[in-house]
């Protein structure tokens, strides 16, 4: 009799990390998080944008979430049988979500940085923003490699 063979589960992979809300710990971040998924075994695809949309969100809560005497966190969870990530930065303002905008952003968002989260909505499935209690946002991206190499 030909059965098939039971398929082992293989756990969710997590990763958490504070980091000083500072230049250096965004660097961190990117380079903390293309450690992990490396050592997970995460596919190359993924990996590499994951890397790009990890320096932006970072990025994003050293420039834009930085409270003084605060850090933030970073979070990886993947999935390895989905072939799905969740990339998290929580940070201290939550007074400051970014929005989801459509279309090109104009020159003076340009001037100022503005292409970051543009990124972002190219190389993830999706990204949104939460509440972090008490007071900071979470801002959140789901990556999935594609099927071929899950």
């Known amino acids: 009799m030909n059965h098939a063979s039971p398929r082992l589960n293989v756990p969710t992979r997590s990763f958490t990390q504070l980091l000083s809300a500072t230049r250096r710990g965004a660097r961190l971040a990117r380079l903390l998080g293309v450690t ?48 799905r990530l969740r990339v998290e930065v929580s940070d201290a303002r939550g007074d400051l979500c970014p929005e989801i905008t459509t279309g090109t952003p104009g020159a003076d968002a340009l001037r100022l940085g503005g292409r970051g989260l543009t990124l972002v909505t190219a ?25 071929a190499e899950a």
């Open 36 to 83: 992990e998924l490396r050592s997970w075994g995460a596919p190359r695809n993924l990996t590499e944008r994951a890397e790009a949309v990890v320096a932006e969100l970072a990025a994003n809560a050293v420039l834009h979430g930085h409270v003084p005497g605060r850090c933030f966190r970073l979070t990886l969870v993947f999935d390895p049988p989905a072939g």
């Open 123 to 147: 190389l993830a499935d999706r990204w949104d923003c939460l509440p972090y209690p008490p007071s900071g946002k979470t801002v959140r991206a789901v990556l999935s490699a594609p099927a």
